[in-house]
């Protein structure tokens, strides 16, 4: 039976002479690996003194820092599961999250202490506290124990809580940055699956470095963050690296990058256009999910269609199925099935969990095609089609098109109910700035006559947005992904 994971790494460290090494770079100090597992023991010590029995769930309503780390891996090693929560929530999501959670403690530090409403919900304790006593050796049993719990990204509807044993948590496939020289950054944050993997888990696996941010990282942070630690791999969703284009010296930044990755959200043609000459095949293109985590991944620059992300990862057969659950033939686009050994199904509260299933046909809500060489190629979410005039459209084919214009960072497009009833497509896009040009003025005008044409002359009528809405941003969550269900929302708001 696979052990508890903090002690497979805390042996993996001593066994391969890591303790010396630094494990993070974290407000403005270096932190070894013999100083991370300390730290964690201390914390497993601070649990089992706060009365807490194996099973429970803890809260972490911590930022990305070295104290984050020890939390987490510190519940793991008494057998406790860690649930990470995004501590820049308003006050009111905090304390939703808590009531999902039903911890049996919520570990807080002086940023979050005056944020969460836990009066009835949670004990808490400070992270300072936790960490204040003395190491404790012990480690709680691993195997089939649960020992994560994450929120789904709640695109399609209020976020679940999926639970991860420790048998499940392993570095992802294809995981690179081994050795002395590596460091990692990511800009996905601890409380999703993926960033908890790159910064942690394939840190503390392969004898990395990482970097960790105790605020959310701007890309000019960012860039600052990689040429200040000499950052080799960075882990960052499109949306986030289409802003990093934006900022001065980008190319003189990337180009210091051995790896970068992306995640989270479907990386646009346009982005691929102007990544690819800079980062060759040093861009690395993941698809997953984080009920199984990852799904597929590949070299961007291999790949010619938009679409593609790479071949399955070994161990995880896929298939295209059609609505009656049959086969389909390369080429043809339906629901993706991914063959899994384990698939976390989301919960509403921490109490029903976990809820796994085991060597299953996972069906993703993706749509998704199989080429002849066996690449997977994503076109977008099923619950995200549009019907227009009878017609079924994939957002993903209108979008990807309207950012071929060089004046489109991003776009998105939603379908929107006429005042004489009936329903077409509006397409929002944020445009890159232009210093010339006064905001609702002619040059607007002739950029969304420009866009439409666009859609005219290469999209059948029913894809074609009817008009364009400027915005600032799009609605995202988190961890990047667009909000499809905020724009339909408000699509009668944008006239």
């Known amino acids: 039976m696979p052990g508890n994971v903090t002690q497979d790494l805390a042996q993996l460290a001593r066994a391969r002479g890591w303790l010396e090494r630094i494990a993070f770079l974290a407000d403005g100090r270096a932190w070894t690996y013999a100083e991370v597992f300390d730290g964690a023991a201390r914390a497993a010590s601070g649990y089992r003194s706060a009365g807490l029995s194996r099973g429970d769930r803890v809260l972490l309503a911590l930022p990305d820092s070295v104290e984050m780390v020890w939390s987490v891996l510190g519940a793991w ?70 020992a994560l719990a994450v929120f789904t990204s709640g695109t399609t509807g209020a976020p679940k809580l999926c639970f991860f044993l420790h048998s499940n948590l392993a570095a992802p ?4 940055g081994s050795g002395r020289t590596a460091v990692g950054l990511s800009v996905s944050r601890m409380y999703f699956l993926g960033g908890l993997h790159f910064s942690v888990l394939t840190t503390l696996a392969t004898g990395r470095t990482a970097v960790l941010s105790r605020t959310r990282a701007t890309p000019a942070a960012a860039i600052d963050l990689i040429h200040r630690h000499q950052v080799t791999d960075l882990f960052a969703q499109p949306s986030f690296l289409a802003r990093m284009l934006l900022e001065p010296g980008h190319a003189e930044t990337f180009g210091r990058l051995r790896e970068v990755s992306s995640a989270g959200e479907v990386l646009s043609l346009r982005l691929r256009e102007q990544l690819v000459p800079i980062l060759g095949n040093r861009l690395v293109n ?152 006064a ?54 708001q944008f006239v």
């Open 77 to 146: 090693q008494a057998g406790l599961v860690g649930v990470p929560v995004n501590v820049q929530m308003s006050g009111v999501d905090l304390t939703r999250a808590v009531e999902t959670v039903e911890p049996a403690l919520a570990v807080i530090d002086p940023d979050t202490a005056g944020q969460l409403e836990l009066p009835g919900l949670a004990p808490a304790i400070k992270v300072a506290t936790l960490v204040a006593g003395e190491p404790d050796p012990d480690f709680a049993e691993g195997g089939d124990a649960p």
């Open 286 to 437: 993941n698809y997953g999910a984080t009920e199984i985590g990852v799904i597929s991944m590949g070299r961007t620059a291999a790949y010619r269609a938009p679409s593609a992300v790479g071949p399955a990862v070994p161990g995880r057969p896929v298939r295209i199925v059609d609505a009656d659950g049959r086969p389909m033939p390369a080429g043809r686009q339906g629901e993706l099935h991914v063959y899994a050994d384990f698939a976390s199904r989301g919960v509403a509260r921490g109490s029903l969990g976990p809820d796994q299933v085991t060597d299953t046909w996972w069906p993703t809500g993706d749509l998704a095609s199989l080429d002849d060489d066996g690449v997977l190629h994503v076109h977008g979410r099923l619950d995200d089609v549009e019907v227009i005039g009878g017609q079924n459209v994939v957002p993903g084919e209108v979008e990807r098109l309207l950012e071929r214009h060089p004046r489109v960072l991003e776009a998105a497009v939603s379908s929107v109910r006429r005042p004489a009833g009936d329903t077409s497509l509006r397409a929002y896009v944020v445009t890159i700035p232009d210093d010339d040009e």
């Open 173 to 176: 496939p294809g995981s690179n």
């Open 439 to 492: 905001p609702g003025g002619a040059q607007d005008a002739a950029l969304d006559a420009e866009l439409i044409a666009l859609a005219r002359s290469r999209l059948s009528w029913y894809k074609v947005p009817q008009d364009v809405v400027r915005l600032d941003a799009l609605p995202r969550n988190a961890n990047g992904k667009i909000l499809r269900r905020q724009l339909r929302a408000a699509g009668g």
